[in-house]
């Protein structure tokens, strides 16, 4: 949709909003639908190719309005999950509508699912001990649990630990296994840390790492977790959105072994934030964490299993119509649209990769796997300090560094929906300039 048509729209959509104002008093206060009636209503899968704008309106008072006021907002994110997970191609366990006993929600960010997987670990492993030695006291197992996470794992990870008021250790990695985490590195920790009276309980791996976009080998660490009752949650925040282009989806291999997974198709999946979408293999482990039934929340279908109540999945009880968001977006680029995009991105991140290597003053510091490439002068962290101070200082192109094996490393990352190939030509040319510059300036 160009800004033409975003006009148009967007007008259109005031319209519609105040015509379903002014006549609110027409419609039912309460819904006449049961339970699962919107399932039926919509094909099971996305479409592979793009709809019209007017395809997806025209189904709003078909689909959402006879639930409007609660089910739909429901309903319509448990089936939006169930798309997004197909896309993705996670195992069935994972998908609502099938026979497992998985599903997805939406979370607001990646750092409350991390949470949220935390805490319903930490109620499953108290469970479990209680179960086989009801006399121990709870305070006496929580203050021995331990979590895991790479060193190279987001900072909500270790935060997620902090709020949660558990021990988060962070697993070493090393440059010459591509800063992902090793299993047997993870299996030593597990077994030092039993020796010394502690109990593990919770493992995040991280797929696209924020420093260098590294792969944790969850085919190595999902049976680990396993065999050791550890919950392994995946942290895919960025990296997750490629999943749904047959090409990248070999990085989500060990998915079968996770209790949890998430990542942000607000960051690169085209839906507007906030949406962070996670799946568990078991609801009731999620459930079990967080229910809490007064009577003023109470509704009539709540013992009858037919329908979700998100409220147990989350920290808030109260919740957006974020799945609106996805039905738009899925529908409007279809699967193939999102998959060109995202296709789109890793190319141009290869042509810059391209264009570093061809250049001797520079090194690439990490495999470009996806739309982040790490790269750095041959040189100095002092040099390269200050040439990200001139590039962000230029005003033109915004760099975030990172640190890798104790080198400053300046990343660029393809973002925009916009960008273009020229755009990655206009970067790079402003780079070496402010290089040239700096070289000139500083011994390196
Ligand atoms: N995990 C990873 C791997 C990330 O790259 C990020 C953000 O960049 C996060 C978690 C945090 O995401 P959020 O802002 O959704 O909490």
């Known amino acids: 949709m160009d800004a033409t048509e975003f006009r ?10 105040a015509d379903y104002l002014e006549n609110i008093e027409q419609r039912p206060v309460y819904p006449d639908v049961e339970p699962g009636y919107l399932r039926s209503l919509i094909p099971e899968e996305a479409p592979e190719e793009s709809e019209t704008y007017e395809d997806v309106v025209k189904d709003i008072e078909r689909v959402i309005m006879p639930g409007a006021a609660s089910p739909a907002c429901t309903e319509l994110e448990t089936v939006m999950m169930d798309w997004l997970g197909k896309m993705l191609k996670l195992p069935e366990d994972f998908i609502a509508g099938t026979h497992g006993q998985g599903g997805g929600v939406i979370q607001g960010t990646a ?3 991390t949470l949220v997987a935390l805490l319903a670990a930490r ?7 209680l179960a086989s030695d009801p006399q121990r006291p709870e305070t006496g197992i929580t ?3 331990v979590a895991y996470s790479s060193d190279q794992a987001h900072c909500s990870v270790e935060r997620a630990g902090m709020i949660a008021g558990v021990r988060m250790k962070k697993i070493p990695t090393e440059q010459s296994d591509k800063y992902a985490v090793q299993g047997e590195t993870l299996r030593r920790m597990i077994q030092e840390d039993k020796a010394a009276g502690l109990i593990p ?4 791996a991280t797929l696209g790492t924020t420093p260098s976009c590294a792969f944790d080998h969850i085919t190595e660490l999902g049976p680990i977790c396993n065999a050791e009752k550890i919950w392994m949650h995946i942290d ?5 959105s490629s999943f749904i282009c047959p090409e990248f989806r070999p990085l989500l291999n060990g998915i079968e072994f996770a209790d949890s997974f998430n990542f942000n198709p607000h960051k690169w999946l085209l839906v507007n934030f906030d949406c962070s979408t996670m799946w568990v293999r078991k609801r ?6 967080f229910k809490m039934d007064p009577l003023y929340l109470k509704h009539d279908h709540q013992e ?8 147990h999945w989350q920290i808030p009880l109260g919740r957006r119509f974020r799945s609106l968001k996805m039905w738009f977006v899925f529908r409007m680029y279809g699967l193939k649209g999102l998959q060109d995009y995202i296709r789109k991105h890793v190319e141009l991140a290869k042509e810059f990769e391209s264009l570093v290597r061809a250049d001797q003053r520079f090194e690439i510091s990490a495999d470009v796997v996806l739309g982040l490439v790490c790269f750095r002068l041959k040189g100095s962290n002092e040099v390269n300090e200050t040439l990200l101070k001139r590039i962000n200082n230029g005003r033109k192109i915004h760099l975030v560094p990172c640190q890798l094996s104790g080198q400053f490393v300046l990343r660029f990352a393809v973002c925009a929906r916009t960008t273009e190939s020229r755009h990655i030509r206009e970067a790079w040319r402003l780079i070496t300039q402010l290089a040239e510059e700096v070289m000139q300036e500083l011994p390196h």
């Open 111 to 113: 750092s409350e699912a």
């Open 8 to 17: 148009r729209r967007g007008k259109e959509m005031v319209d519609l909003i």
């Open 284 to 289: 009731s482990d999620l459930i079990g964490a």
């Open 201 to 204: 309980f919770y493992f995040c």
């Open 304 to 311: 009858s299993g037919l329908v979700t109540d998100y409220r």
């Open 143 to 145: 203050s021995k649990l």
């Open 236 to 240: 895919a925040a960025y990296a997750g």
């Open 123 to 129: 109620s499953r492993a108290v469970r479990m001990i």
